[in-house]
């Protein structure tokens, strides 16, 4: 085969998806004190990202939890929902915790996120998602459909008012509920990222989170058992709002695991080599807050990936796009005559 010949005539195409939440997302894990320092290292890798991003041309999906998006708490009170999630786990909702919660984003850096939205925003090529009002889970004891109709609703209703239109979603832990799609479609959600094929990364909630299944995830970090978890266009164009599946998740940086960073480099760029040469997607994702310790190696990573896509662009035609530019363009085609 030619080095730049392409099986199918679809070009691939490469996907970025960040869970941007900081605390909100990991409050009900990890306190403060064990985990303040990444969160606080969020200031410092959104800007980072975003100049690397706009230095390779890369389209980002920048799925932000709803409760990021307000410049003091007055203004976050106003806006929340009046029906919230009853998870039978308490300590799953930040309802329950909002007085913890500081004035504005200058004294309370862990809850507020306006100002790093804002520079995203600035950033071209840049697209604002919604990882859910509250980082709802779907699939916990106690959160109803209902619940989960007024979330979206406050995620959109405080963009809005910001003049901006969430198309995008990512369920927050993964916890896709393909009985809430329906709901999506209504509130003009028109794609998600669903959770990669295998049982390792079945959708689950945190009861069903086994260390057997943990392990097998960091393991598939390193070692290929899962398979490059590419998907063609045409299989993603089968369902609405269209599934745009995760193939990998880009784990931080580690120390410890420092011996084997060659392998998880190896893992993601022969997956989008896969991708490039048949005309797949490959969907890569993290979170900020994972480069908010060790930044610079975990830059160094990025900028590795960022030149290989370069390096795909160049040899197989491969393209850097938003999961709400997939979407538009199966929505051309679907609605071009046959």
């Keep these: 085969m030619a080095h730049n010949q392409v099986v199918a005539s679809e070009k691939g195409k490469f996907v970025i998806s960040l869970d941007f939440e900081i605390n909100w997302g990991v409050r009900d894990q990890q306190t403060l004190a064990q985990y303040g320092p990444n969160l606080l290292g969020v200031r410092q890798a959104v800007p980072a990202m975003l100049a690397l991003f706009a230095e390779y041309k890369l389209r980002v999906t920048w799925a932000t939890v709803g409760l990021l998006f307000f410049a003091n708490k007055r203004e976050m009170l106003a806006h929340l929902p009046t029906v919230r999630p009853e998870y039978a786990d308490p300590k799953l909702s930040p309802y329950l915790a909002l007085d913890a919660v500081g004035e504005d984003e200058a004294s309370d850096p862990y809850h507020f996120g306006l100002s790093l939205i804002e520079q995203i ?33 406050a995620a959109q209703r405080i963009a809005t008012e910001q003049g901006l239109d969430l198309r995008s979603l990512v369920f ?71 599934n745009i599946p995760a193939s990998r998740f880009l784990r931080p940086w580690s120390g410890r695991m420092k011996a084997l960073e060659g392998l998880r480099l190896k893992r993601i760029l022969s997956g989008m080599e896969h991708a490039a040469r048949r005309g797949l997607v490959f ?9 908010g ?46």
């Design 121 to 153: 925003r600035r950033t071209p090529g840049q697209e604002m998602a919604t990882h859910t009002f509250c980082h709802y889970y779907c699939l916990e004891r106690g959160q109803t459909p209902e619940a989960f109709r007024h979330d979206l609703q």
């Design 172 to 242: 927050p832990r993964n916890q896709h509920n393909s009985s809430y799609l329906s709901i999506c479609q209504e509130l003009g959600i028109t794609s998600y990222r669903g959770n990669e094929a295998s049982w390792i990364y079945k959708e689950r909630n945190e009861e069903e989170q086994t260390l057997y299944k943990r392990g097998a995830r960091l393991l598939d970090a390193y070692v290929n058992l899962s398979g490059h978890n590419c998907h063609a266009m045409s299989d993603i164009a089968r369902s609405f709002p269209y």
């Design 283 to 291: 969907h890569l994702w993290w979170h900020p807050h994972n480069f």
């Design 293 to 338: 310790a060790n930044l610079p190696e975990n830059m160094a990573v990025l900028q590795r990936i960022a030149e290989h896509y370069q390096h795909l662009q160049t040899a197989y035609g491969m393209e850097s796009l938003s999961m709400r530019d997939i979407a538009d363009r199966l929505q051309l085609q679907q609605s071009l005559p046959a």
